[in-house]
């Protein structure tokens, strides 16, 4: 099985649904009425860090049956051996018939077109079984946490895996085994085990008889013979599958497996990364999202001479993340980035040979390759070719020497999966065609946006959409779209003789307006659609007041929008996938930068004065105003601000805003007058999610430490019209378990899913004027 997720990102189904930065994020438009009462017309949705798409439907005027006729491909997959095409996206999970043909809802999964409403914003994958015969999927509980459902495709059958588990937006909190027979996950702190064949025969030992022991799905990873591989701190241990069961009797008694390596640096899986060999020999680490090192595991690292060798080493900038890596058979490692530059994403990627044993020098390094504008990679069953995905289409380049084999133009691609070693699938933004490098013969899958459409004049009950010139055509019944020989729609109509209908303005939920159907031969009139499947909390009755001097909230009645406030004290951990989330989403925060993060961080306030959001001042060191110890007069408040200034200034050549608040928001009126002399406006908070508390603070008070799931829902609990929420960029005194903004998208999922519009403090400021 091949698997591409879409960056961008039915009863919950994949679904941590991060909507963009509106409140309501669905339009139904271009309605279409045929003499035989169907109707046509497209939903169109907003998409974080895409421009949104639109999806055609056709509807029994009188049942409100639905078929949706085409496929935007959020994600995609190729399952069962290469036969069956899955795509993903908010309007459900579609599967063909072997052959790559009759694309449609996976039965007994639940889509829009059968009743479900539409899922927003960004995608959490679910998770295929490499033979196609399962499915993963997540049914959220709550903003942070959700169901974890096995769906058995053949026997149209499920079980609740788990309940209640945490999970992350970027993150699916399962793995399978190469072979589909078992899959491991997490739940709290703890790494559990699924037998699909126990399942199927319905013997599936209790929870608690399936605990690998502690640790995250992060820190495992299966090798290509099936083994299972989990680093723990410096250790790295193999599980075989057969193993588990007795693992999990003696769970915390004795180590995981049998210990097969050592790495150079203890593992955190909230800022590491790591990938295994095909023959389970070798791993590839990513220290800190920047640090990579190509290591041979072996369990004994002490005293023996001949073993001292150099790891091939690559050290990235702060400003570039890990995206994929291809790891071929041949140990020539390909490692894909993704950078911010100038507040856009840039591409890159370095390949390294893994060193055969006896031949290790002090030579060994990665050297660049040329992926410019590369939006994914992919590499072929065979491993001699390797697709590059970019926006104007596919290249396929020649894996041992990147050489360039054929250009595959295809406007708006998004995804290039491998069907075999001479074919594969490519979706783009238009369609989704199954394509012969051989021959470079195209044939089409299914459309994944409609052009200009309508009802056939020469074939009754026949749907022609015209895109970039090209005409298709297809049954309103079944999405089966072939070449037209021209474009002949009937003038657009809203009514036969029996149903008129037409687009109710008033907005509902996530949803901007729904179709209505009236009846014209007989009363009343209904909706075309169910309505959207959670209603936005009710504005307070009346506005609550602040104090002169300090903004700690916007208005309550007027907008339904709050800001985020992020506190930028002295170390950047977190910063670039807080960056590259804002981008995604476009959504446009507030940053606080203290003078000493400035100084350590240069390059990093650089990133966040080119990204767009809004800047502040939080003075220029880390001191509490309450503390006796200080002497904050009105002198020494000016000076630090002024500091500040100039030091962000020379480091970005960028102004900060005239908006500050205090390290850790202590206050005296001695701070807020002075300021205000010097025309800052002083930016409280009224929630306070407590992500700044570290392991030591919560030692000294009880209750006070909490995981970042528990703290992303009191959040939410919290917010009302109006709120600043802080987030603390960096690791707080005494380290945490997880960290805040890591799970900003779980927030984001939870804020946006109520309705609310994120917006800089400036624009809270002005909106309670």
């Known amino acids: 099985m091949t698997t591409v997720r879409s960056r961008t990102l039915a009863a919950a ?4 649904a991060l909507t963009s930065n509106v409140a309501a994020d669905i339009e139904f438009v271009g309605l279409d009425v045929s003499a035989d009462d169907r109707i046509l017309f497209s939903a169109r949705v907003e998409v974080p860090g895409e421009p949104g798409y639109d999806t055609l439907f056709s509807a029994d005027a009188k049942t409100g049956e639905l078929v949706q006729l085409t496929f935007y491909p959020e994600s995609i997959a190729i399952v069962d051996d290469g036969r069956r095409l899955q795509i993903r996206n908010r309007f459900g999970v579609f599967m063909t018939e072997r052959g790559f043909t009759g694309l449609a809802p996976l039965p007994g999964i639940p889509s829009f077109a059968r009743g479900s409403t539409v899922q927003q914003g960004r995608l959490v994958d679910s998770q295929p079984s490499p033979d196609g015969t399962m499915l993963l999927y997540l049914s959220p509980v709550s903003p942070a946490r959700g169901d974890l459902i096995l769906f058995d495709l053949g026997r149209k059958t499920e079980s609740v895996v788990a309940r209640s588990i945490e999970y992350s937006a970027d993150r699916f909190p399962a793995s399978w085994s190469p072979d589909s027979r078992y899959f491991v996950y997490g739940k709290a702190s703890d790494l559990f085990y699924f037998s699909a064949e126990q399942s199927r025969q319905g013997r599936v030992p209790d929870e608690s008889w399936r605990k690998i022991g502690t640790g995250r799905v992060s820190q495992a990873r299966w090798s290509a013979n099936g083994s299972l591989y989990l ?8 599980i075989m599958p057969e193993e588990f069961f007795t693992q999990a009797i003696y769970s915390g008694i004795v180590q995981p497996g049998i210990l097969v390596g ?3 640096f203890p593992y955190d899986p909230n800022f590491d990364s790591f990938w295994i060999s095909p023959d389970g020999s070798k791993v590839l680490l990513c220290k800190d999202g920047r640090n990579i090192f190509l290591y041979r595991l072996d369990p004994d690292d002490f005293g023996r001479e001949a073993a001292v060798n150099a790891m091939p080493y690559l050290f990235l900038q702060g400003n570039t993340i890990v995206d994929q890596v291809l790891w071929p ?14 507040g856009k994403r840039v591409s890159g990627a370095y390949r390294v040979k893994a060193p055969i044993p006896g031949e290790e020098s002090l030579s060994a390094g990665f050297l660049s390759l040329d992926v410019a504008g590369a939006t994914g990679i992919s590499l072929s069953p065979d491993e001699s070719r390797a697709a590059i995905v970019t926006p104007d289409g596919v290249k396929i380049r020649r894996y041992s020497n990147w050489a360039i084999e054929r250009d595959l133009p295809s406007p708006g691609a998004i995804h290039a999966v491998w069907v075999a070693q001479d074919k594969l699938v490519l979706a783009s933004s238009g369609a989704i065609e199954m394509i012969g490098l051989a021959d470079g013969a195209r044939a089409l899958v299914a459309l994944g946006q409609p052009g200009a459409y309508g009802w056939s004049a020469a074939e ?4 022609v959409t015209s895109k970039s010139g090209v005409a298709y055509k297809s049954p309103a019944s079944a999405p089966s779209w072939a070449h037209a020989a021209t474009f002949d729609p009937l003038p657009q109509s809203t009514n036969s003789a029996n149903y008129r209908v037409y687009p109710d303005g008033i907005a509902s939920g996530s949803y901007r307006n729904t179709i209505m159907v009236r009846s014209a031969k007989g009363l009343g009139t209904r909706s075309l659609l169910p309505a959207p499947g959670k209603a936005y909390t009710p504005f307070p009755v009346q506005d609550e007041a602040r104090g002169a001097l300090v903004f700690d909230h916007g208005s309550r009645i007027r907008r339904r929008e709050v800001s985020l406030a992020f506190n930028a004290y002295d170390g950047a951990e977190g910063l670039v996938g807080v960056l590259d989330t804002l981008r995604e989403y476009g959504i446009r925060a507030t940053f606080f930068v203290n003078g000493e993060f400035v100084r350590r961080n240069p390059g990093a306030a650089r990133l966040i004065a080119e990204s767009g959001n809004e800047t502040g001042n939080m003075f220029f060191s880390v001191f509490d105003a309450t503390d006796a110890r200080y002497r904050a007069d009105a002198e020494f408040v000016k000076r630090g601000l002024a500091r500040t200034e100039d030091e962000y200034f020379a480091a970005t050549g960028a102004e900060l805003s005239l908006l500050w608040h205090s390290p850790n928001y202590s206050i005296s009126s001695v701070l807020l007058e002075a300021a205000a002399e010097m025309n800052y406006n002083y930016i409280g908070r009224d929630v306070d999610p407590l992500d700044w508390v570290g392991r030591f603070q919560g030692t000294l008070t009880q209750g006070l430490y909490a995981g970042v799931h528990d703290l992303v829902e009191r ?3 919290a917010v ?33 899913a109520d309705g609310y519009e994120i917006v800089p403090v400036s624009v809270l400021m002005k909106h309670a004027e």
């Open 720 to 752: 009302l019209p109006g709120s600043i929420v802080p987030v603390r960029i960096g690791i707080p005194d005494g380290g945490r378990e997880d960290y805040f903004y890591n799970e900003l998208p779980l927030l984001l999922n939870a804020l946006l």
């Open 715 to 717: 959040t939410v609990t």
């Open 329 to 342: 058979s041949s140990d020539e490692v390909t490692v894909f980035t993704a950078s911010l530059r100038d």
């Open 13 to 16: 189904i994949l679904v941590v």
């Open 262 to 264: 050592k790495a150079p």
């Open 460 to 463: 009754p009950g026949t749907v």
């Open 231 to 238: 680093l723990r701190d410096r250790s790295m241990y193999r």
